[in-house]
């Protein structure tokens, strides 16, 4: 079946510095990709879709120079979070979607800003 | 906009129990539902989905009916077992935006004790 992976899995960095997460499409391509962010017992929210060749479309409220968003292949996009601070502590999910009637999910990326 | 309610959880279950899960939407004419499965330290995945009124989704034991006219999409099962402990999410995609993210619910934790 579709594997999306996402890397690191885990992370732990000190408030200024910046993280990048890797989301990548294992055994097929992606025209385009998602990425959530989950709290702890909330749902699911998203933050930003991304094309491949194309600039990202941020949701409302999510910061575009905080959170860059790259896709810069069919297979891979990646979401930096620069000048991290306690508040971007969370847990961060991408999926990818083969077909417009598909998603699949990464096992998602625990950031802790220390 | 639209939106996704399900309940409140922990749902503890002992096996061979029946499970249903409450989901009612909001949403402008008939949007895709669905239902994923998150299990411990995974990614979602898709559980089943159903997209028009009166479909029923089923995978695994699990099955929803699309329910127009209470805007609902319950879960339900009629014998869980161990391993269907896991957070469940019920979503949805707008009408005509295929390729859109989806809208989720908040979640449901389900355990089951044998």
């Known amino acids: 079946g579709a594997v999306v992976s996402q890397h690191p899995s885990w992370v732990i960095c000190k408030s200024g510095t910046s993280v990048k997460i890797e989301c990548r499409s294992l055994?097929?391509?992606?025209?385009?990709m998602f990425w959530y962010r989950q709290f702890p017992k909330q749902s699911l929210m998203l933050m930003a879709t991304?094309?491949?060749?194309?600039?990202?479309?941020?949701e409302q409220g999510v910061e575009k120079d905080k959170f860059l968003i790259n896709h810069a292949s069919l297979t891979l996009s990646t979401l930096t979070v620069t000048s991290a601070h306690p508040e971007d502590s969370s847990f961060y999910i991408c999926?990818?979607?083969?077909?417009?009637?598909?998603?699949?999910f990464g096992p998602g990326t625990r950031l802790t800003v220390l | 906009g639209d939106s996704v309610t399900q309940m409140e959880g922990p749902v503890t279950l002992s096996e061979e129990a029946c499970l249903t899960i409450?989901?009612?939407?909001?949403?402008?004419?008939?949007?895709?539902l669905f239902w994923y499965v998150q299990y411990p330290g995974e990614g979602l995945q898709l559980l089943l989905k159903?997209?028009?009124?009166?479909d029923k989704g089923s995978n695994k034991g699990f099955e929803a009916t699309y329910r127009k006219e209470t805007t609902s999409f319950h879960l339900e099962k009629g014998s869980v077992q161990v391993s269907d402990s896991a957070v469940y999410f019920c979503?949805?995609?707008?009408?005509?935006?295929?390729?859109?993210?989806?809208?989720f619910g908040k979640g449901t934790t389900l355990s089951v004790s044998s």
């Open positions: 409450n989901c009612t939407y909001t949403a402008t004419g008939y949007p895709s």
């Open positions: 991304s094309n491949e060749g194309s600039k990202a479309t941020y």
């Open positions: 055994d097929f391509q992606a025209t385009t």
């Open positions: 159903a997209t028009k009124a009166d």
């Open positions: 979503a949805l995609t707008p009408i005509n935006q295929a390729g859109t993210a989806l809208i």
């Open positions: 999926s990818a979607s083969p077909d417009p009637d598909t998603q699949y």
